[in-house]
């Protein structure tokens, strides 16, 4: 059964800071997909991941997969109060059926 | 068209009752799931429709679960005498199968609260 953990579980930081949220997961997979979820929201799409080595950037975030490690990270640059949200990474393993299998969500609260 | 829409938005019912969400995927989009996610919990696959044929049900769907989409646009999932356990959020998304991936794309949810 296909695992997918994520750490840290809570994480308060302070604005201009650096951090780095980690995923890992169980089972082979080249499809790693990160999702943001405001409180009482749905999911928004971030990034999609695809091979390994695989680096997506969008403003202050940045997503990075290592497959042989089972290893996704996203790294968060100079953090503002509008990233805080609840980050949640997401694993398919299926081609032709791509179902995700979530971690628990890293819940990141940016302090002034 | 804006997205994936879910309706109703909430949903309280007592124990025992039967309660339909409603999921309006992207107009072109193939493919639909349904999630559930519990407080402070990520979503957990339920089922999956490409066109109309549900082609996987998780073990988490028990037999008071079912979801359809007749015709290959909206689907309906239908929790039947109801338990507190349902309690959840429901989440549909839908996607365009390209050549070996895909984005699922969330709607609102459907907020069920069971008394």
């Known amino acids: 059964e296909l695992k997918v953990e994520q750490n840290p579980l809570f994480l308060s930081m302070q604005e201009g800071k650096n951090y780095t949220i980690?995923?890992?997961?169980?089972?082979?997979?080249?499809?790693?997909?990160?999702?943001?979820?405001?409180p009482g929201?749905?999911?928004?799409?971030?990034?999609?991941?695809?091979?390994?080595?695989?680096?997506?950037?969008?403003?202050?975030?940045?997503?990075?997969?290592?497959?042989?490690?089972?290893?996704?990270?996203?790294?968060i640059t100079a953090a503002v109060h509008d990233l805080s949200a609840t980050y949640f990474c997401a694993v398919d393993i299926n081609f032709g059926n791509e179902k995700l299998t979530f971690g628990t969500g890293t819940r990141l609260t940016i302090i002034p | 068209d804006t997205g994936v829409s879910q309706n109703p938005r909430h949903k309280i019912t007592k124990r025992g009752q039967n309660v339909t969400f409603r999921c309006d995927p992207i107009s072109e989009h193939n493919r639909l799931y349904w999630y559930r996610q519990t407080l402070g919990q990520g979503p957990e696959f339920l089922t999956y429709f490409q066109n109309e044929a549900q082609l996987e049900k998780s073990r988490l769907?028990?037999?008071?679960?079912?979801?359809?989409?007749?015709?290959g646009s909206f689907s309906t999932l239908e929790i039947q005498r109801t338990e507190q356990g349902d309690s959840a959020m429901y989440l549909c998304a839908s996607s365009y199968m390209r050549d070996s991936w895909e984005t699922q794309y969330f709607g609102p949810g459907t907020r069920l609260l069971v008394l």
Not at chain 1, 25 to 38: E, V
Not at chain 1, 42 to 54: C, H, I, P, R, Y
Not at chain 2, 61 to 71: C, G, V, Y
């Open chain 1, 22 to 38: 980690y995923c890992n997961y169980s089972t082979t997979s080249d499809r790693l997909y990160w999702y943001r979820q405001d």
């Open chain 1, 41 to 75: 929201k749905s999911l928004e799409s971030l990034f999609v991941l695809l091979s390994n080595g695989a680096v997506k950037q969008e403003g202050r975030l940045m997503a990075s997969l290592d497959t042989k490690a089972r290893l996704s990270t996203l790294h």
């Open chain 2, 61 to 71: 769907l028990s037999d008071r679960f079912s979801a359809e989409r007749p015709k």
